[in-house]
């Protein structure tokens, strides 16, 4: 099944049995920016995005679909935090040799 959002009523409705973590992944991905108007009050108008339908899978699968992405997202968080460090290695190594406080053999 999939859902279209009608007001807000009847979709907070349709979501409320939703797994929050999976209806955040689908919101993401939906990418909700693209629709955002600066208008006199700036925010997502309701007529842009009232025809997108999203796809409603059972909430197991919904659970099972959060798993995958959550560990995917954890392993990005992780080589970031590595590459950081690794960063922060590099800009002390190369202070240490541009310097001169440590000199290299040749």
């Known amino acids: 099944p999939r859902s279209t959002p009608s007001n807000s009523s009847a979709a907070s409705d349709v979501y409320k049995r939703q797994y929050l973590k999976w209806l955040f992944y689908e919101l993401a991905y939906l990418n909700l920016s693209k629709f955002y108007l600066s208008d006199v009050v700036p925010g997502l108008k309701r007529e842009l995005v009232y025809h997108l339908e999203m796809p409603l899978p059972p909430f197991e699968e919904q659970q099972k679909i959060v798993e995958v992405l959550s560990s ?7 080589k ?21 406080k440590v000199r290299v053999s040749v």
């Open 80 to 100: 970031r935090k590595k590459k950081e460090k690794l960063t922060r290695m590099k800009r002390r190594l190369m202070d240490l040799l541009l310097t001169g």
């Open 72 to 78: 995917v997202e954890h392993i990005l968080w992780l």
